[in-house]
């Protein structure tokens, strides 16, 4: 009877914390739900626990990631939310010292190596960015999978192929994508002398990016001045971080 009583709250907590017109796939245990936009959305342990939210920010190279990523976790912090600020490539780990030499010019990989690498640095950090969320701590993410998948098919790879190593990454609850012309972009500070920071191949890595866009994405016009970029990020998150603190559960990529 108590287990009963416990599906069915969650069942209940799913309707109400996810707004979006979705059909429960099993009532007796939920681990799946049915999205009006026909996908799956496979959900991940209790569904009515508090928790952080995952909040991703993509762009192209210099739409101002690092800059809102900043801002946004000291407005959060200064209303008492617990949260911390991840990257990736995360360039501290051994993966992530592979990614960063290829990244400066100073080693050469195989395209499909480099995207696994990529993959693997985000693997790598997976069960501690679900302990940190479900220990209520909100994570602002630079770049995400959406960065692996954009950059990599941008190259030629399949774009199936780049998604399928990102299966069963922790799904963001927002992702920010920064929209602003490559050649805005490129105008801002200039280029470093990375490996993808060339205009005709950012272009490229534009439009690969829009393939990927879903339901958990708000589109930024990054070309405003970053006061106001910050004000709508700001409104933005803090309804997300209130959605999770509720009780949405997790979910994992690509099934929303
Ligand atoms: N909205 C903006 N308007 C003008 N310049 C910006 C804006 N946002 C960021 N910048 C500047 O552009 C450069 C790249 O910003 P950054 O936040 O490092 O971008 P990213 O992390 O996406 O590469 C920095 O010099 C930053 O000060
Ligand atoms: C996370 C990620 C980044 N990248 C690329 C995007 C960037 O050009 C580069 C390094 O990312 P980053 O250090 O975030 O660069 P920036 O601050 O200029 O945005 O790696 C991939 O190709 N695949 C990935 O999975």
Same mark, same amino acid.
């Given at each position: /009877?108590?287990?009963?009583?416990?599906?069915?709250?969650g069942?209940?907590?799913?309707r109400?914390?996810l707004?979006?017109g979705?059909?429960?796939?099993?009532?007796?245990?939920?681990?799946?739900i049915? /999205?009006?936009?026909?996908?799956?959305?496979n959900? /991940?342990?209790?569904s009515?626990?508090?928790?952080?939210?995952?909040?991703?920010?993509?762009?192209?190279?210099?739409?101002g990631?690092?800059?809102q990523?900043?801002k946004?976790?000291?407005?959060?912090e200064?209303?008492?939310h617990?949260?911390e600020?991840?990257?990736?490539?995360?360039r501290?780990t051994?993966?992530?010292?592979?990614?960063?030499?290829?990244?400066?010019n100073?080693s050469?990989?195989?395209d499909h190596?480099i995207h696994?690498?990529?993959?693997a640095n985000?693997?790598?950090k997976?069960?501690?960015?679900e302990?940190?969320?479900?220990?209520?701590?909100?994570?602002?993410?630079?770049?995400?999978s959406y960065?692996?998948?954009a950059?990599?098919?941008?190259k030629?790879?399949?774009?199936?192929?780049?998604?399928?190593?990102?299966n069963?990454?922790?799904?963001?609850?927002?992702v920010?994508?920064l929209?602003?012309?490559?050649?805005?972009?490129a105008e801002?500070?200039?280029?470093?002398?990375?490996?993808?920071?060339?205009l005709?191949?950012?272009?490229?890595?534009?439009?690969?990016?829009?393939?990927l866009?879903?339901?958990?994405?708000?589109?930024?016009?990054?070309?405003?001045?970053i006061?106001?970029?910050?004000?709508?990020?700001?409104?933005?998150?803090?309804e997300?971080?209130?959605?999770c603190?509720?009780?949405?559960?997790l979910?994992?990529l690509w099934?929303?």
């Amino acid at each position: /009877m108590a287990a009963f009583h416990l599906r069915n709250f969650g069942v209940l907590a799913v309707r109400r914390s996810l707004n979006l017109g979705l059909n429960i796939s099993c009532k007796r245990s939920v681990r799946s739900i049915r /999205m009006e936009n026909g996908n799956n959305c496979n959900l /991940m342990g209790a569904s009515n626990e508090s928790r952080g939210a995952l909040v991703v920010f993509e762009g192209l190279d210099r739409s101002g990631k690092t800059s809102q990523c900043g801002k946004l976790l000291s407005y959060l912090e200064g209303l008492g939310h617990s949260v911390e600020l991840w990257r990736f490539p995360d360039r501290t780990t051994s993966v992530g010292q592979m990614i960063s030499a290829y990244l400066t010019n100073k080693s050469q990989l195989d395209d499909h190596t480099i995207h696994l690498l990529f993959s693997a640095n985000r693997w790598e950090k997976r069960s501690m960015m679900e302990a940190k969320l479900k220990a209520g701590t909100t994570l602002i993410v630079d770049r995400y999978s959406y960065s692996g998948v954009a950059f990599s098919s941008a190259k030629g790879l399949d774009f199936e192929w780049c998604k399928a190593p990102e299966n069963g990454l922790i799904a963001p609850d927002l992702v920010v994508y920064l929209d602003i012309p490559p050649e805005k972009a490129a105008e801002r500070g200039g280029y470093g002398g990375e490996r993808y920071e060339q205009l005709e191949f950012q272009k490229k890595v534009a439009q690969h990016y829009k393939l990927l866009e879903d339901s958990s994405w708000k589109m930024i016009d990054a070309s405003q001045c970053i006061e106001d970029v910050e004000k709508q990020v700001e409104e933005i998150v803090l309804e997300h971080v209130v959605t999770c603190q509720k009780g949405k559960p997790l979910s994992s990529l690509w099934s929303c």
